[in-house]
């Protein structure tokens, strides 16, 4: 599927990958350009420039200006992610050791700052005020949803995690198309429903993410299962098992896994409480709900090869294994 995804764009790909490298390690102090080399080392699915040319396509044409905006994006996340793993203190990303591990927090965090005026550079570069505008206030979001996601465990409400991804997760996916709109040329209602679209698929992303991380394959997702449980993190299978049990051992789990699910004998007992009381169907349910209001986003745009593999990405995004 991800091949079909991917065939209306190998050529913006292949110039993002050039693009992405070029702007990352363009510094003369030598630890910035080791660091940077291991981060663009580390590549991702490519799913957020992905996004951005396909809609760019979809609503007219993808140029040169969209190859850069979504460098800009996919620096913006490459940041968060650095900044993300000092503060889970991770050890793995994508199969390999996290950046910190190598050169320690203080350098990692300033890398992460680095790439963020790194970021700014190229999308300043565009001389869109709707691009910076657009962009600010995704960066804004993702900052927010960070610090919401410390909120989660003490409330364990389902509103606040779903504000939380909505921001943390799905704000750089909804700028990503929203870009993608803007500089493809789409018209004001196609920009709007774009970034809906980025948004809603960004929302059905994270629910999935959180599924893999309890009841995934380590192989499959290059880093650990179980992650979210031993960072004390409330995500929405557990949430929702939570709810629909009504005895007290929903209060001796939901204790558990806030003071830390550390041995393989306790990380086993909440997996089966969560599977117990239907945490992973309740929470995969909630995914094809979101990304059928994805697809109902797609109805903005003309019948192309690039809409048909928009939606594919939606198809592709609730039924991963990884």
């Not at 070029?22 to 660091?35: C, K, N, P, W, Y």
């Not at 000092?86 to 199969?95: H, P």
């Not at 117990?276 to 929470?283: I, M, P, S, T």
Request: proline share 2%; with cysteine.
């Amino acid at each position: 599927m991800l091949d079909q995804i991917f065939a209306p764009i190998q050529y913006q790909i292949a110039r993002f990958e050039t693009r992405l490298e070029e702007i990352m390690t363009a510094s003369d102090v030598g630890g910035i350009q080791e660091m940077a080399y291991h981060a663009v080392k580390n590549r991702g699915r490519r799913f957020r420039p992905a996004l951005a040319f396909l809609t760019a396509q979809a609503v007219g044409e993808c140029s040169d200006t969209v190859i850069d905006a979504a460098v800009g994006v996919e620096i913006i996340q490459t940041a968060s992610l650095i900044h993300d793993d000092v503060i889970d203190n991770a050890e793995t990303r994508r199969g390999a050791d996290v950046l910190h591990l190598q050169w320690g927090n203080r350098a990692a965090i300033l890398m992460g700052d680095f790439l963020f005026a790194k970021s700014m550079q190229v999308l300043v570069g565009l001389n869109s005020l709707q691009v910076m505008d657009a962009t600010t206030h995704a960066i804004q979001r993702v900052v927010e949803g960070e610090i919401l996601e410390g909120e989660i465990s003490s409330s364990g409400e389902a509103s606040l995690y779903f504000r939380m991804i909505n921001q943390k997760t799905a704000s750089l996916l909804a700028l990503a198309c929203e870009l993608g709109a803007i500089l493809g040329k789409g018209s004001p209602n196609q920009i709007a429903r774009m970034a809906s679209f980025g948004s809603e698929i960004g929302v059905a992303f994270q629910i999935t993410d959180d599924v893999l991380d309890l009841m995934g394959s380590a192989n499959n997702m290059g880093k650990p299962t179980g992650n979210d449980l031993r960072e004390k993190k409330l995500t929405l299978p557990l949430i929702r098992a939570l709810a629909n049990c009504k005895n007290g051992e929903a209060v001796h789990i939901r204790n558990k896994v806030l003071n830390g699910v550390e041995s393989d004998s306790d990380w086993r007992e909440v997996i089966r409480f969560v599977q117990r009381y239907r945490g992973v169907e309740a929470a995969r349910e909630e995914a094809r709900s979101y990304a059928q209001s994805a697809l109902k986003s797609l109805n903005a745009l003309h019948s192309s090869s690039a809409r048909d593999a928009l939606a594919l990405a939606v198809q592709h995004v609730v039924e991963r294994d990884q």
